[in-house]
């Protein structure tokens, strides 16, 4: 029989919560309320919070002087190419480890998950010559190719997980039947585990999302995100506070859209498997 919760723990429990919500989310919104001020405005002291001249003037500045709307078409590409590559690749690799795992399963996986502890900047120098040899700098394909290595380890642990909640009983049924691999992979291991595969997608879809180092430095114009976007903001003359605030604000606004409306699904598969 489940404990009784009292209302005052109930109530300091909430407190807590909205407390430690509010503070990781109050950067996103002075972010948000410094794209609408001046220049002047945004870097006053003390800070003003709500009472200033709202403005306009930062989104139009950001739109003339940045195509957004490119940059924006190139975050998309390769967040979401990346992402999928990355699920046909990792999809059969988990299925593999979750069902016929082998005396070196578990060791494959440490050292999958050992390379994300690699710096990025270590292997920058390797990566930037085969790109530039293969001519893949500055290029969608290159990006995807980059994101899905980087994000590859995170994708195979997570359908690991999901898959090793998968009752083996049932794959065994759909062999007797006749199923071979590509059936039971595609018709019944795939359906069974959506909730898992669409969290992963969405959580690797904002880690491509955000990431700045590799993006950064692979991509000047052509294939330039969001990231290269709002990093031109910072120059030589110094930091236009308002400016990349407006920049940030649109560079964040559609992947926090897109938590907002996916977080029952992405939390449905984040805890997949733990609630029986």
Request: aromatic letters at 14%.
């Amino acid at each position: 029989m489940a404990r009784a919760i009292s209302t005052r723990r109930k109530v300091t429990v909430s407190i807590i919560a909205w407390t430690i919500g509010l503070i990781i989310f109050f950067p996103i919104l002075w972010t948000f309320l410094t794209s609408f001020k001046t220049e002047g405005t945004a870097i006053s002291v003390p800070p003003k919070f709500l009472f200033f001249d709202w403005t306009l003037e930062n989104y139009f500045t950001v739109q003339e002087r940045s195509d957004y709307f490119r940059h924006f078409s190139n975050s998309v590409i390769t967040a979401v190419g990346s992402t999928l590559v990355g699920l046909v690749i990792a999809v059969p690799a988990a299925w593999a480890m979750a069902f016929s795992p082998t005396k070196h399963t578990k060791d494959v996986l440490m050292w999958m998950l050992s390379t994300k502890m690699l710096p990025a900047v270590g292997v920058l120098v390797p990566i930037y010559l085969l790109f530039r040899d293969f001519r893949l700098l500055d290029t969608h394909i290159g990006l995807i190719i980059v994101l899905t290595m980087i994000n590859l380890p995170i994708i195979v642990w997570m359908l690991f997980t999901y898959f090793k909640e998968i009752p083996n009983d049932i794959l065994e049924a759909a062999r007797m039947d006749g199923a071979g691999l590509r059936e039971e992979i595609i018709y019944v291991l795939t359906p069974m585990a959506v909730p898992g595969i669409a969290s992963t997608l969405l959580l690797n879809i904002i880690l491509a999302w955000n990431e700045a180092f590799w993006t950064l430095n692979l991509t000047t114009t052509q294939a330039a995100p969001l990231t290269a976007f709002i990093a031109s903001y910072s120059s030589p003359e110094g930091l236009f506070w308002a400016k990349l605030s407006a920049a940030s604000t649109l560079a964040i606004a559609p992947i926090l859209i897109m938590g907002w409306f996916s977080q029952k699904q992405l939390v449905r598969g984040l805890t997949f498997g733990a609630v029986k």
